[in-house]
């Protein structure tokens, strides 16, 4: 194992490349409540990053203080190797984009209207909407394949198609750094997997993707990098065929578990245990 809790990567994986974004000894949390304690950890530059672990274990804390929304009580976040907190909020802007757990958006927006919100950070105070800002909002509803809601108030859209269409907002921002909290909360199975596929295709067209997921099989499927979580603290990161096991699983979620290959992809799939099984029965 290297240094810092970082597994090694496992023969055939390639390692992490180097971090535009670092978390230094950082103790973050809320008012005088501090979540994580001196807190380091690092996001690997064009990786498809997920944080995972149990509820309350400081998940969305971290992403709130890669996105400058938090501010460590001690230590450093550093984006380009400067603290964070030295950018102006539209420089920042301009390099990470975060989706929140839960966006409302105002009442009696049009999808169009909505995703043209992501150029904020590209204007300035006397700047007039350009032709850069029309092709970057197009694009952004073709790639989410909203384009046909752009007429539409956001209220009038289904859960998938409205999380769609703020995921166009964080991409029409253009940022090389995607941060999503809990992007397929209250999504059913299908928008949730449709979803995971889109953040992959971003992923390949060079996109970092930061993503806090419950979901432990998606995101052993779909990232490429782990950060995983307990008490406020990173247990471990990694590539999830080098991490995943069974005693990671009972370790973090107190939770016996078999790790097998997903049959589909290979990647690790956690299948639970039944407790009322004593023992498991051998394969014939």
């Not at 984009?97 to 958006?105: C, E, N, R, V």
């Not at 940022?175 to 199975?189: H, Q, R």
Request: net charge negative.
């Amino acid at each position: 194992m290297s240094p810092g809790g970082a597994a090694d990567p496992p023969p055939g994986v390639r390692a992490a490349p180097l971090a535009r974004v670092t978390v230094d000894d950082a103790s973050i949390g809320y008012d005088r409540r501090i979540v994580s304690r001196h807190l380091s950890v690092q996001i690997p530059d064009g990786a498809f990053v997920a944080i995972i672990g149990p509820n309350g274990c400081g998940k969305s804390t971290l992403l709130r203080a890669l996105a400058r929304v938090l501010s460590p009580a001690s230590g450093t976040v550093l984006l380009d190797g400067k603290a964070i907190s030295s950018y102006r909020p539209k420089e920042v802007a301009r390099t990470l984009g975060l989706l929140p757990q839960t966006s409302l958006a105002p009442e009696g927006i049009r999808v169009a209207d909505l995703v043209a919100r992501g150029r904020a950070p590209h204007q300035g105070i006397l700047a007039h909407w350009s032709p850069a800002d029309e092709d970057a909002v197009a694009a952004a509803l073709a790639a989410t394949r909203t384009t046909e809601f752009s007429g539409l108030l956001v209220d009038e859209l289904s859960g998938g198609q409205r999380q769609r269409v703020w995921i166009a907002m964080l991409l029409a921002q253009q940022t090389p750094i995607m941060l999503l909290d809990e992007p397929t909360t209250f999504l059913d199975i299908a928008h949730q997997y449709e979803l995971m596929e889109l953040l992959r295709t971003f992923h390949e067209n060079g996109k970092t993707i930061v993503a806090v997921l419950h979901d432990l099989n998606q995101a052993a499927r779909y990232a490429d990098h782990l950060i995983v979580m307990r008490d406020g603290d990173v247990v471990i990161t990694g590539n999830p065929a080098g991490i995943i096991t069974p005693d990671l699983i009972a370790e973090v979620f107190d939770l016996r578990a078999l790790v097998v290959p997903d049959p589909v992809t290979g990647t690790p799939t956690v299948v639970p245990l039944d407790p009322r099984r004593t023992a498991i029965r051998p394969e014939r």
